[in-house]
Nanobody, 129 residues
Framework: QVRIMESGGDLVQPGGSLRLSCAAS????????MGWFRQAPGKEREFVAA????????FYADSVKGRFTISTDNAKNTVLLQMNSLKPEDTAVYYCAQYSQFTYTGGDYDARKSRVGSWGQGTQVTVSS
């Protein structure tokens, strides 16, 4: 049974930065692609970023490209999300995900063919002055 736990959520001013961390245990960490999703109040959960199991391919939602960076530390079984230039619209609960099926086609993340096997409980990020 995999356990996933996020940390690092906080209240930050617009233009500020946060780094989210996700610790995963119970499975060989480097055998799975990992990702971050978020859900704002009244909205559906949406994809934010993902990294393949080798760490060689990174994928981002258009809304966060150039501002967010996903990375992994396989020695520590953690995945990080560095968030810079935060905007009020980034306010959401952020969820870490371990994929059971991860597909990308022509260099693009394929959400229709990818499946998340395990979710964390989420961490709140609030961007407000």
């Amino acid at each position: 049974q995999v356990r996933i736990m996020e940390s690092g959520g906080d209240l930050v001013q617009p233009g500020g930065s946060l780094r989210l961390s996700c610790a995963a245990s119970g499975r060989t960490f480097s055998s799975y692609a990992m990702g971050w999703f978020r859900q704002a109040p009244g909205k559906e959960r949406e994809f934010v970023a993902a990294i393949n199991r080798s760490g060689s391919r990174l994928f981002y939602a258009d809304s966060v490209k150039g501002r967010f960076t996903i990375s992994t530390d396989n020695a520590k079984n953690t995945v990080l999300l560095q968030m810079n230039s935060l905007k009020p619209e980034d306010t959401a609960v952020y969820y870490c995900a371990q994929y059971s099926q991860f597909t990308y086609t022509g260099g693009d993340y394929d959400a229709r063919k990818s499946r998340v096997g395990s979710w964390g409980q989420g961490t709140q990020v609030t961007v407000s002055s």
